[in-house]
């Protein structure tokens, strides 16, 4: 099973500059293991201590929140597209 995973601008230099990766896994939560094992380090910077996904970071399987489905229990079929987005705030005050 083949999964497309989209890598924001801030994470590449874990993925040797790469903005697409291709990684395995049935859920969210595994697929995340197996980033981690591929590029070390990526899994420190989307999930906190307790193994949860960041606040700030958002994962959408097919353009779909994770958050509003399963969370890392989100089910993965071969062939979608995972996006890594790191949340952006400021602005004007």
Do not use: W
Not at 19 to 36: F, P, R, S, Y
Not at 66 to 79: A, H, I, N, W, Y
Request: one cysteine or more; aromatic letters at 4%.
């Amino acid at each position: 099973m083949s999964i497309t995973v989209r890598i924001p601008t801030p994470l590449r230099k874990l993925t040797d500059g790469a903005d697409e990766v291709q990684a395995e896994g049935t859920n969210v939560g595994e697929l995340i293991d197996n980033l981690e094992a591929a590029h070390p380090g990526l899994k420190e910077r989307l999930c906190d201590e307790a193994g949860e996904i960041r606040r700030f970071v958002n994962i959408y399987v097919n353009d779909e929140d994770v958050r509003f489905l399963q969370g890392k229990e989100t089910p993965l079929s071969d062939g979608d597209q995972v996006s890594i987005v790191p949340a952006i705030a400021g602005g004007r005050r």
